[in-house]
């Protein structure tokens, strides 16, 4: 497919600029000398991939990427920042390691290699266009798949536990 | 729309969650670099389970799992980086060498 073709369709614009402000700003979330700033701008790749879910139509994910991640887990992660690095505009230590290189050929070698492989097999196979079924989620949430269901409940309740118990203190010491 | 430029954006998205988890030396930053790389998986599910028009929509339940299991993670994550910060005042993960001998 010419990338005149592709550009034409108005949702693919739309993909366009959702893809550069994610890219962007997860970039900025690995580089940054801020560690603030990368937590901030995680929140904007995690609302970018939720515009990209409300394009496939998978309303429900979207929005609980909204609710759980940008809700609740960047702000445990500026908690975590909070305590672990009390001033937290300066840094005084380096945040990356001095050799980046090896890193980045391992990074890019990755890309390469995943965008080689999904080009040769799917090429111009077009997306099906996405309905909502936020329903048939629920419906199929609590019926096929409502053992994982529940062992994922028991999953986030042994993290709840084990959290606490690290994270007091020990009273005997 | 066609398939391959989700998932290529994916691709994008995990290799730069790696670069981040190699190069980064802050717990909380190397934590942050995992939740790309999943982002980036979660990305992939649903655009795989919107692809085979799945019935059951299993690509979307199984991005609430990884959701889900990544809030745990970060969870205990978050923990266990404040107990060592308690213990070692420093979060750096090249500073952490209790299991080398």
Known sequence: MELTDWIADARNVVFLVIALAMLGSSVMVVTSRNVIH??????????????????????????????????????????????????????????????????????????ATMATVTTMAFGDTPMPDGVSRSGDLGDVLFTRFVIPFEVVSFVLLAALIGGIVLARKDPQT | MIVNQFLVLAALLFSIGIYGVLVRRNAVLVLLSIELMLTGVNINLVAFGQYIQDAFLAGQVFALFVITVAAAEVGIGLAIVVLIFRNRASANVDELDLLKW
């Open chain 1, 38 to 111: 990368a937590a901030l701008m995680l929140v904007v790749a995690l609302a970018g991939a939720a515009a990209l879910f409300l394009m496939l139509g998978a309303e429900f994910v979207a929005w609980t990427i909204v609710l759980v991640y940008i809700g609740a887990v960047i702000v445990l992660f500026l908690f975590g920042i909070m305590i672990t690095r009390a001033p937290t505009k300066a840094d005084p230590v380096r945040l990356d390691h001095k050799r980046r290189w090896p890193a980045l050929i391992v990074a890019l070698g990755t890309f």
